[in-house]
Nanobody, 136 residues
């Protein structure tokens, strides 16, 4: 059974940094589309970063970001560790929320569809979330 487990959340002051990790267990996957979502209290869930993994094509490592985090957040992956990362720099109070990693292993969002449609579909696999709180 596939499980995603996030870690690395916490409380920081504005301008600070955090790195979130998401470990995937229950299988070794090299072809997938995975990313991070967040949800602030009273707001809808927002897709913020996505990365594709497909070592057989030129789409490997393609990323996409929400405008709200572009230039501050960086998504990366380490398939040897079955881990997804989100480096968050220059954090702002509006970044406060619960952060979730999610992944699609079905192939529905493969290739260019990963960065084009991942934020609009249910990827299928979700972590339990990690809280990020940024104070001013």
């Amino acid at each position: 059974q596939v499980q995603l487990v996030e870690s690395g959340g916490g409380s920081v002051q504005a301008g600070g940094s955090l790195r979130l990790s998401c470990v995937v267990s229950g299988g070794a996957y090299t072809t997938y589309c995975a990313g991070w979502f967040r949800q602030a209290p009273g707001k809808e869930r927002e897709g913020i970063a996505v990365i594709g993994s497909d070592s057989l094509t030129r789409y490997d490592g393609l990323t996409n970001y929400a405008n709200s985090v572009k230039g501050r957040f960086t998504i990366s992956k380490d398939n040897s560790k079955n881990t997804l990362y989100l480096q968050m720099n220059n954090l702002k109070p509006e970044d406060t929320g619960m952060y979730y990693c999610a992944a699609d292993f079905s192939g529905r969002t493969s290739g260019l569809l990963c960065r084009a449609s991942f934020f609009r579909v249910d990827p299928g696999y979700w972590g339990q979330g990690t809280q990020v709180t940024v104070s001013s």
